[in-house]
């Protein structure tokens, strides 16, 4: 599959149990940010987005919450499945739309 | 719909040869990406058209690279001549809005 960094961090996480991975963004001007899944050999795959002016959106079973005071991002998956494991990166959108990525979060699922 | 299709899925090629990579995007988008993913830098954006124009070019990485999109679509990226470290997944996404993007399975490029 497409490695993403040489040393990404990795969650490790027991089947049934809930995940959160966080992202920190860099751009303080950034008003909309998007969680992408990525499974081996795949594309990025949209998952869940999220506009400034909110701190907190719902989706089946993923949660995105903003904190725009310390630019931190996460994404909470419940009950999280074998289906779950891949890598989940985060992007900010800005200037001239531009979505710029993190270096992404491997999350394994053990059965 | 099916989704954003590029070709090839993988290609193998020589140093100094012509590589051409293709996209279709999703039809009723408007904008399209054409990113690179390596192990060392993870995905960049190497180029945005928006309604077939390009928008922002920035990321390309030097002249050897280039992209069109000759209609609403189809995209090309070619690199002339190809190096070894231009060996990377390129992925091509589009967009209804220049926000939410759908990616692509992407093209495995590997230059020997």
């Known amino acids: 599959g497409e490695s993403v960094g040489l040393h990404l961090p990795t969650l490790s996480v027991q089947e049934g149990d809930n995940s959160i991975i966080n992202c920190a963004y860099s751009n303080s001007a950034s008003d909309y940010f998007i969680w992408y899944k990525q499974e081996s050999g795949k594309g990025p795959q949209f998952i869940i987005d999220i506009r400034s002016n909110m701190d907190k959106r719902q989706g089946q079973r993923v949660t995105v919450l903003l904190n725009k005071t310390v630019k931190h991002l996460s994404l909470q998956i419940a009950a999280t499945q074998p289906g779950d494991s891949a890598v989940y990166f985060c992007a900010e959108l800005y200037g001239n739309n531009r979505l710029a990525f993190g270096k992404g979060n491997q999350v394994v699922v053990i059965p | 719909d099916a989704g954003v299709i590029q070709s090839p899925r993988h290609e193998v090629t020589e140093m100094g040869q012509e590589v051409t990579l293709r996209c279709k995007p999703i039809?009723?988008?408007?904008?399209l990406f054409w990113y690179r993913q390596t192990m060392m830098r993870g995905l960049e954006l190497l180029i945005y058209?928006?309604?077939?124009?390009?928008?922002?070019d920035s990321g390309m990485p030097e002249d050897r690279f280039s992209a069109k999109m000759p209609n609403a679509s189809f995209s090309t990226l070619k690199i002339q001549p190809s190096e070894p470290r231009d060996s990377a997944v390129y992925f091509c996404a589009s967009s209804p809005s220049g926000e939410k993007a759908f990616f692509g399975q992407g093209t495995r490029l590997t230059v020997v």
């Open positions: 058209f928006n309604n077939n124009v390009p928008i922002d």
């Open positions: 039809s009723g988008h408007n904008s």
